[in-house]
Every structure is written in C-alpha cells, then in structure tokens.
Antibody, heavy 123, light 106 residues
Framework: EVQLVQSGAEVKKPGESLKISCKGS????????IGWVRQMPGKGLEWMGI????????RYSPSFQGQVNISVDKSINTAYLRWTSLKASDTAMYYC????????????????WGRGTLVTVSS | DIQMTQSPSTLSASVGDRVTFTCRAS??????LAWYQQKPGIAPKLLIY???TLENGVPSRFSGTGSGTEFTLTISSLQPDDFGIYYC?????????FGQGTRLEI
C-alpha cells in the first residue's frame, strides 16, 4: 500500500527541541519530493518546505526558512521536520505529503498525505 | 511569492444544489492549480490538479476550470458527504502556497 506514516503526537515545553518523522512506503521514496504542511488550530494550510530524498536538496517557504529544518534518511525512507527551540506559536498539526516527481519536481501538488502529527507547545 | 485568495470564506447550500468556489492568484500560474477537500480531523484530499484534471476516484460531480489568475471549482449536485473546507493551491513555483479555504456547510 502506498502510504506515509507519521510519528505520534508530541507535547513539549517552550525552548525544547523536537524532531518528527514521516516514513514512506509502497512507492519509490527517493524519486519524489516530500513536503511539510502546517495547520495551526482552526486555520488553513501553509506550505513549509520540501526535500528530495534522492540528493537531500531542500527548499523552504520564506516564512519558515531558519525556523525549522527538513532532513531525510533515504536508507529508511523517512523524512524529518526539526525544531531546535520550540515556541508556543509552533502548536499545530503538521502533515507530510508527497510532492513532485524527480529532481525538477519542486513545483507540484500533494497527491499523498500522512495523517498528521499534532505538536503542542505549552509551559 | 504568489498569493492565493479564495471566496467566499463560507458557503451554505442544500443537497442537490450546484455550488461554485472561486480562487484567484496574485499573478498568472497558468493552469498549475490544485484543489483539495479537508474534513474535520482528517488530512486534506486531492480533488483536482492542472486546474481541471480529476484525481483518480474523485466523483465526476466535481469539476474545475480556469487559467492564469482565476479558477473555479464546481460541485454539480451537492451530496451530504461534500461538507468540509476546500483549498486551492498553485504550483507554478515554490513556495506552492494555498488559499485560505472556503468552508462548505450543508
């Protein structure tokens, strides 16, 4: 089955670090960009950034550049989203989703979504 | 970066109605436009890409039109399962931003 499986919900304190994961299966993981999308409580979808597992090339929305880090371990078909110092405003649902095919697929739609990881940051 | 604006913010309709959502881009995105449906607590689902191409398994009552800066998503005959929030997204260039969504109430 073609799917993206995300890690479980997290509750963290401000200032803590966090890394959430997204594991792909059922397709050629290294051949498609993987993206991250933020959805704050009661709000819309925000395109955060993407990474190409084939060569770890990454792109970020200016709104998220420097705020998060996207990485990948292609040996285990897993992409990551990392924060070094969480803020309360990072509280949101984070979705990973399959983006475009091939090295040129930086501008594409999301055709396969994970179920989301809820991150709650509270003192 | 390209900004996407959707209207209306909320739409109320009845089963059997024909409904239309609008999405505008701040600059031309050609036909590189996708539509998603999201239900509460569930990940978004791709409905349409390339402005008018239906994703596999999406009912034919959904259709999309438009190019350049103006796009529409139409549901020809509303069904009870169609409630949710509908988002457009351009993919002309990264970042591939989303519109703010239109909530459909049945």
């Amino acid at each position: 089955e073609v799917q993206l499986v995300q890690s479980g919900a997290e509750v963290k304190k401000p200032g803590e670090s966090l890394k959430i994961s997204c594991k792909g299966s059922g397709y050629s993981f290294t051949s498609y960009w993987i993206g991250w999308v933020r959805q704050m409580p009661g709000k819309g979808l925000e395109w955060m950034g993407i990474i190409y597992p084939g060569d770890s090339d990454s792109r970020y929305s200016p709104s998220f550049q420097g705020q998060v880090n996207i990485s990948v371990d292609k040996s285990i078909n897993t992409a990551y989203l990392r924060w070094t110092s969480l803020k309360a405003s990072d509280t949101a649902m984070y979705y990973c989703a399959r983006h475009g095919p091939g090295p040129q697929g930086t501008a594409w739609y999301f055709d396969l979504w994970g179920r989301g990881t809820l991150v709650t940051v509270s003192s | 970066d390209i900004q996407m604006t959707q209207s209306p913010s909320t739409l109320s309709a009845s089963v059997g109605d024909r409904v239309t959502f609008t999405c505008r881009a701040s600059q031309s995105v050609s036909d590189l436009l996708a539509w998603y449906q999201q239900k509460p607590g569930i990940a978004p689902k791709l409905l349409i890409y390339k402005a008018s191409t239906l994703e596999n398994g999406v009912p034919s009552r959904f259709s999309g039109t438009g190019s350049g800066t103006e796009f529409t998503l139409t549901i020809s005959s509303l069904q009870p399962d169609d409630f949710g929030i509908y988002y457009c997204q351009h993919y002309d260039s990264d970042p591939c931003s989303f519109g703010q969504g239109t909530r459909l109430e049945i």
